[in-house]
């Protein structure tokens, strides 16, 4: 112990060597396998790994509407689940931050990690079954949405909220009363103050949340394959690429799409202060 | 006219009576104090002034008008919060400017009356800052100029001075009570230090128990407390009951006498050993044990510099002048129902 205790650099390699490693190694070290792979190609005939730089891969998946198409899509699905998950969090994380007693709260917490402790693919199958035609929502509404595009927005949204409202809720918690008060004191209705209080104040947490239902939706494949129906998309691509295709190069390179789009996307709420609510 | 009338108010939560009966009226252009303990259900009255709680029972009238079942935003009172409760993603001018924007003042008009506003508590150049970039004693006067830019009829503060160590907070007494001379409106200020209640009100309310026990100028609730727990909360006080109040006024009866009026008598007066003497500065304390059975506070002024401890167990004579002996009526206290 008090060799330890005379050598503090000793005690901190020996407290950070191992998570140290693994950080390097497994994270690291497999995105930089990553980067370095959507650089090589494949030989078409013996399908083997050609290990020579080249921007072929990148080439085609700029120049190839498909490509664009699927990137975009998938855009277009991520931010729409990050859309509907605002809406739906802010009402929810308000009641449970500012409306519920003390006490209703810790079970409201639960009841919202609930859902987080089933399989996913449990969850996204039950939506299969509730969207199929004939299933409990059309015997319900007369009519179903079906598979498709909308029901991946459904089925994400659904899967990702607990992401979306625990940092709202969170948010909402650190909001002292006595500012809703003094809106209120000062002459604002219940939406002014919202508008003008909450709201702004909220922006962060909104964008912390916004981070895990944007990423975690643009990576997304099974939930697609599953109520996707035939549409695709960047994730879909990807697993194409490694599986039928066998063309890893390739996937390589589609993956990093959804990187590049991250690390931008990162960068523009880093001046909010969402990474602070993180 | 009445500023504010309180008739029969009362609030309960759960099984808690925080506020049990409270009437009073307060006068147009008073500064009024709530003075209690915590618990004693001054701010929840302060509260339901403002609207932020609904009463139980009883009602709220401001200006004559019954505003009891209102929300904030429909009363004209404003509110200085303990915690100033100032915007932080706002600038100390968009704070100020708040309730002039709510209630669609001209922007022109807006501006010139916040600049005023944060001219009045001596924060001219402070509009741009941030309310973060700002010390306490700032924060309370921003909070203070964007209530006070609203013109309201009341000025309700609660606790506003308590966050602000001690020689800010006796400043800001001095300019709270300049402020509101200047303005003059309403202030209800709710404190739990009798000092800053004395100080600065017209009138004081003692609360205890959700209860007023006493309302009157600061005189009145300081030299003629109506029970033992005014006597005792409002400044320091020696009470004296039972065998020992006979002996030492020969009467039956609660009386108080304050510390600062009771005197060393070389000759005359109760006789008494001095348990303690406490060195305060400008004043010194002795702790006297008199023979009749009670320990009493006395307090001198160090007019001719440190009175040392030598008195410390020496036999003393004290005595005071009759017409500082305070006789309390008899009458059960709430807090002692409990």
């Known amino acids: ?278 | 006219m009445n500023a504010i009338k309180l008739t029969g108010l009362r609030k309960s939560f759960g099984t808690v009576e925080a506020v049990a009966g409270v009437d009073l009226e307060i006068a147009d252009g008073e500064f009024f104090s709530m003075l209690g303990p915590s618990g004693s259900g001054k701010t929840t009255v302060l509260r339901m002034i403002a609207g932020f709680e609904l009463p139980t029972a009883g009602t709220v009238e401001l200006g004559g008008r019954d505003v009891t079942r209102l929300a904030p935003f429909e009363r004209d009172v404003n509110t200085v919060f303990q915690d100033y409760a100032l915007f932080p993603h706002l600038s100390v001018q968009e704070n100020v400017e708040y309730g002039l924007k709510v209630r669609k003042v001209p922007r022109k008009e807006r501006r010139e009356r916040a600049e005023q506003a944060l001219a009045s508590v001596r924060l001219t150049d402070f509009g741009r800052r941030r309310p973060a970039a700002m010390s306490g004693g700032q924060r309370q006067r921003v909070a203070l100029a964007r209530a006070l830019v609203n013109r309201p009829k009341v000025l309700l503060l609660d606790e506003p001075l308590g966050a602000l160590d001690l020689k800010l907070r006796e400043q800001m007494q001095v300019e709270l009570k300049a402020i509101q001379r200047e303005v003059g409106i309403t202030f209800v200020f709710v404190t739990h230090d009798q000092d800053e209640a004395l100080t600065m009100s017209d009138r004081v309310a003692v609360f205890d128990g959700g209860k007023i026990v006493q309302v009157g100028s600061p005189e009145e609730v300081y030299e003629r407390p109506a029970s033992a727990f005014v006597a005792g909360f409002v400044g320091t006080s020696n009470v004296f009951t039972g065998e020992v109040a006979k002996a030492l006024f020969d009467r039956a009866g609660t009386f108080s006498v304050r510390p600062e009026k009771i005197a060393f008598d070389g000759d005359a007066g109760a006789p008494g050993v001095v348990a303690e003497v406490i060195y305060a500065g400008a004043v010194t304390r002795y702790v006297v044990d008199l023979e009749a059975g009670a320990r009493v506070v006395v307090v001198e002024q160090n007019r001719h510099g440190s009175p040392g401890t030598g008195l410390r167990g020496q036999r003393v004579r004290l005595s005071w002048h009759d017409e500082h002996v305070i006789e309390i009526p008899e009458r059960k206290e709430p807090s002692d129902g409990a």
């Not at chain 1, 020996?14 to 497994?26: D, G, I, N, R, Y």
């Not at chain 1, 035609?133 to 009519?143: D, K, L, Q, W």
């Not at chain 1, 063309?247 to 589609?254: G, H, K, M, W, Y």
């Open chain 1, 1 to 278: 112990m008090s060799f330890l205790h005379r050598h503090p650099r000793l005690r901190l390699a020996a407290l950070l060597s191992a998570p140290l490693l693994w950080l390097v190694v497994a994270y690291l070290g497999a995105l930089a396998v990553l980067l370095v792979s959507a650089f090589w190609t494949v030989n078409g005939f013996t399908g083997e790994m050609v290990r020579t730089f080249s921007l072929a891969n990148f080439r085609t998946i700029l120049t190839e509407q498909v490509y664009r198409n699927v990137t975009l899509r998938s855009l277009g699905v991520a931010a729409s689940v990050t859309v509907i998950c605002v809406l739906l969090a802010v009402p929810m994380a308000f009641f449970m931050a500012k409306v519920a007693r003390p006490r209703s709260r810790h079970w409201l917490v639960i009841a919202i990690l609930t859902p987080l402790w089933a399989s996913y693919l449990v969850k996204a199958y039950a939506w299969r079954v509730l969207l199929a035609n004939g299933g409990p929502i059309e015997s319900v509404f007369g009519a179903t949405p079906g598979y498709g595009l909308f029901a991946t927005i459904l089925v994400l949204s659904y899967l990702w909220l607990p992401y979306m409202i625990l940092p709202i809720y969170a948010g909402l918690e650190r909001l002292p009363d006595s500012l809703l008060e003094a809106s209120g004191d000062l002459g604002a209705r219940a939406g002014r103050t919202f508008r003008s209080v909450v709201l702004p104040m909220l922006i962060p947490s909104v964008f912390a949340g916004s981070i895990f239902t944007f990423s975690l939706s643009l990576g997304d494949y099974i939930t697609v394959q599953i109520v996707g129906g035939k549409s695709q998309l960047i994730g879909n691509l990807v697993y194409a690429n490694i599986g039928a295709a066998n063309n890893l190069p390739f996937a390589a390179a589609i993956a990093t799409v959804p990187v590049l789009i991250m690390v931008i996307y990162l960068v523009a709420v880093r001046r909010s202060g969402a990474l602070e609510e993180l």
